[in-house]
């Protein structure tokens, strides 16, 4: 079943959706991230009908349903809270939609039993909304979603109450009912790994505007813009001038310190551009690495502790600061102090050059 948004655009309470367009394909797992109030819920709630759009359409399966009512759309849909009827067990809750559309008992029954069991919630279908966890509640909101058999399915993030157990186990649970019914799902979250470990195709949208649309494997190694890119832990951002290259490279000049990146980015010669390169794909050492297409020297100026990782920050001798993600014991082990003399290095493949033109974009 496939989804087309149009041209959607919709303003309420400061969250806008600007000339939304997303082509949702049939029997896909499409993911749409983004940041908190990017207007990630807002879409979903336009799709189902919740909220009225104020221009553009949405077509189902060929089928224009922008003024069709919410319950005739055959949507199934998670919200960000679970919004379980109170004075309803667990099993009623699940049957809910059944019930309405007159489904014969028996097969109201072993349709719940079974999508419960899935869930690991039989044993809870008795109780009542107030009494479970909220990973617990989250799925038995799913379980409702999943019971009618949609033709679409809808996840306002779905496993964001859950303990990282139950994450990855929902997670593994969503892929093979969205592959073995091939239902077309449309996941809404805020976490990368989650984004990039379900999603076949995805968006990352920022301000109500969608920034970047494609697989997870472009977006990830080929960033439209800074948003894009910071977004995706592309922490060291550069703008620059090109100039030749050989070998199959291009060199960005970033205020006297030159960059080697692949040929295939290359906007053209003297243009400018913005670069940049994740944290950790960079080395550190106290030696120039000889064979390496970019190795720079540098002073650390600081570092971090963030758990299992050291960001630390090296000020190369032209002056651009570049931050270096290394693991806690690789940092120790090193012996790296502030005012310490070190090379950095790191390959013309992992240089991504995420736009051209005088200002950096996003």
């Given at each position: 079943m496939s989804l087309s948004v149009a041209g959607v655009n919709r303003s309420c309470g400061?969250?806008?959706?600007?000339?939304?367009?997303?082509?949702?394909?049939?029997?896909?797992?499409?993911?749409?991230?983004?940041p908190t109030g990017a207007?990630?819920?807002?879409?979903?709630e336009t799709i189902m009908g919740i909220r009225r759009q104020d221009s553009g359409k949405i077509v189902l399966d060929g089928a224009d349903i922008t003024d069709m009512p919410t319950e005739r759309r055959g949507i199934g849909y998670v919200p960000q809270q679970s919004l379980l009827f109170p004075h309803m067990s667990v099993r009623r809750n699940v049957e809910f939609g059944l019930r309405i559309r007159s489904a014969?008992?028996?097969?109201?029954?072993?349709?719940?039993?079974?999508?419960?069991?899935?869930?690991?919630?039989?044993?809870?279908?008795?109780?009542?909304?107030?009494?479970?966890?909220?990973?617990?509640?989250?799925?038995?909101?799913?379980?409702?979603?999943m019971v009618i058999e949609p033709r679409i399915v809808l996840l306002d993030e779905p496993l964001s109450a859950m303990d990282p157990e139950t994450r990855h186990t929902l997670r593994a649970y969503l892929k093979r009912k969205q592959a073995e019914a091939g239902t077309s799902f449309l996941h809404v979250t805020h976490d990368?790994?989650?984004?990039?470990?379900?999603?076949?195709?995805?968006?990352?949208?920022?301000?109500?505007?969608?920034?970047?649309?494609?697989?997870?494997?472009?977006?990830?190694?080929?960033?439209?813009?800074e948003f894009v890119a910071r977004f995706l832990g592309y922490e060291n951002i550069f703008e620059g001038q090109q100039a030749p290259g050989a070998d199959g490279l291009i060199s960005v000049d970033i205020g006297g310190a030159v960059i080697k990146a692949p040929a295939g980015s290359a906007k053209g010669e003297g243009s400018r551009c913005v670069l940049g390169i994740r944290a950790d794909e960079i080395a550190i050492s106290e030696e120039p690495d000889?064979?390496?297409?970019?190795?720079?020297?540098?002073?650390?100026?600081?570092?971090?502790?963030?758990?299992?990782i050291v960001k630390v920050s090296?000020?190369?001798?032209?002056?651009?600061?570049i931050l270096v993600?290394?693991?806690?014991?690789?940092?120790?082990?090193?012996?790296?102090?502030?005012?310490?003399?070190?090379?950095?290095?790191?390959?013309?493949?992992?240089?991504?050059?995420i736009a051209a033109g005088s200002a950096l974009t996003g």
């Open positions: 400061g969250v806008s959706l600007k000339d939304i367009r997303l082509e949702i394909r049939s029997g896909e797992y499409f993911v749409l991230l983004g207007g990630k819920t807002m879409l979903l014969p008992m028996a097969e109201m029954r072993a349709r719940t039993d079974s999508v419960l069991a899935e869930l690991g919630m039989l044993g809870l279908a008795d109780r009542s909304p107030a009494s479970l966890s909220g990973g617990e509640t989250q799925k038995a909101a799913l379980a409702r979603a990368q790994i989650e984004a990039f470990s379900m999603a076949n195709r995805m968006a990352l949208i920022r301000g109500g505007i969608i920034m970047q649309t494609g697989s997870p494997r472009e977006i990830f190694s080929s960033p439209k813009n000889r064979e390496s297409a970019n190795s720079l020297k540098g002073i650390i100026e600081g570092y971090a502790e963030l758990g299992a090296v000020r190369i001798e032209m002056g651009a600061l993600a290394l693991m806690v014991n690789a940092f120790i082990g090193a012996g790296l102090d502030r005012g310490k003399t070190v090379w950095i290095s790191f390959s013309p493949g992992s240089v991504k050059i």
